[in-house]
């Protein structure tokens, strides 16, 4: 496993990431407590030391498996990161959302049941469209300067948010966010629109989640196998077999899974990336872990983005129009080295 920088920090973190949405039983799917142990001691043994986790998976059941399993561990050798926003079991008008007393309330909740003094990584999870941005950095830089928290980043929020988030920070010389989490994979190709344009200008690192669109890119359903994705579920669709079946082509031709075809995808589009691997089963995720010895040609590579492009929309599209490109910019667009 080599590690990267996160954003623009010192940070070492494993280039693949250890998503524990799953670790817990709850709801009728995932992995117990002894199967998320396994998962941990085989995700360390092969280098990786970065966890994903939040105050609401399983209703707090993956933090308290973290939470007992880095009780018997080197603590700092793991960088520990969860989310806060999302209400668990109290209820009052606070007790969710992006506000300053919910992350303060919940971030002591989180502590407790990863049995730790300080996260690592606090995420907020998912944007309110309430709570001034400047808040939320301005809280988190608090709780940096507490001790309670290492960094700060941000999940399933708009770009324009986390943009003005960063530049506010800048300017008052608060943290920034270090990391981007989306969902982003070969079904999901939308954050190329205006969420990685984003990250690149800003140096933050994207953590794609459901990287394997839940399973669909691994072919399983092609095969017929049953798994966590209902029928119904968009994921399993017309469009999602025919860039599954590229996927699943270009692993024969590679001699490894669909599954490490699909995260190494994101690994090779050019900006910095750690695919968050969600894991509730030893044997796929050790699978899951030999990505980090695929390397896809420009060819296969070329036909992945082929199968799987999506309209970048306004104004992504009209830059790329003949008229625009040529025309308006005087023929110089094309010659001119982008950062
Ligand atoms: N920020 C957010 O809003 C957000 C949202 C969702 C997730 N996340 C994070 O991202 C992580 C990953 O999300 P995800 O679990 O949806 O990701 P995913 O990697 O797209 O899907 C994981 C699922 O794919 C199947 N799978 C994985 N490897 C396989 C293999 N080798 N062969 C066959 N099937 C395989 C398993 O499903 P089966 O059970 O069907 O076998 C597994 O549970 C989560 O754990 C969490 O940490 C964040």
């Known amino acids: 496993m080599k590690y990267k920088l996160l954003g623009r920090s010192g ?5 693949l990431c250890l998503g ?3 670790f817990g039983t709850e709801a009728g799917w995932g992995a117990d407590a002894a199967t998320s142990f396994d998962i941990m001691d085989a995700y360390a043994n092969a280098g990786g030391n970065f966890l994903d986790t939040a105050n609401m998976y399983k209703l707090g059941t993956s933090e308290k498996i973290i939470g007992d399993y880095l009780s018997n561990q080197d603590r700092d050798y793991f960088v520990l990161a969860t989310k806060y926003t999302l209400k668990d079991n109290t209820t009052n008008p606070n007790a969710s959302g992006n506000n300053r007393k919910n992350m303060m309330r919940s971030v002591e909740r989180s502590l407790k049941r990863l049995k730790t003094d300080f996260l690592d990584i606090l995420y907020l999870h998912i944007w309110d469209d309430i709570t001034p941005v400047d808040e939320v950095l301005r809280a988190m830089d608090d709780l940096i300067r507490q001790g309670k928290i290492n960094y700060a980043a941000i999940s399933d929020t708009p770009a324009w948010v986390v ?3 960063n530049t506010l920070a800048e300017l008052m010389g608060w943290s920034q966010f270090v990391a981007l989490q989306i ?3 070969l079904l999901a190709r939308t954050p190329e629109r ?3 344009p984003m990250a690149k200008h800003f ?3 994207v953590t794609p989640w459901a990287p394997l669109a839940g399973g669909a890119l691994t072919g399983k359903y092609l095969r017929g196998e049953k ?3 209902k029928p119904e579920s968009n994921r399993l669709n017309e469009r999602s077999e025919s860039i599954t079946k590229v996927v699943v082509d270009i692993a024969e031709e590679l001699g490894v899974s669909p599954g490490n075809v699909a995260l190494q995808w994101t690994r090779q589009q050019g900006f910095s990336c750690i695919p968050i691997i969600g894991a509730t089963k030893v044997d796929q995720f050790i699978d899951n872990l030999k990505t980090i010895d695929v390397t896809l ?3 296969q590579l070329k036909r992945l983005d082929e199968a799987s492009a999506i309209q970048l929309g306004f104004p992504g599209d009209f830059f790329k129009e003949e008229a625009v490109r040529n025309n308006s910019f005087g023929g110089f667009y094309d010659r001119v080295e982008k950062r």
């Open 163 to 165: 943009a003005k988030g």
């Open 11 to 15: 940070l070492k973190v494993s280039e």
């Open 183 to 185: 969902e982003y994979s």
């Open 227 to 229: 798994g966590r994705i």
């Open 297 to 299: 040609s420009d060819d």
């Open 20 to 22: 524990t949405m799953g």
């Open 203 to 205: 140096g933050i690192t």
């Open 194 to 196: 205006e969420l990685i």
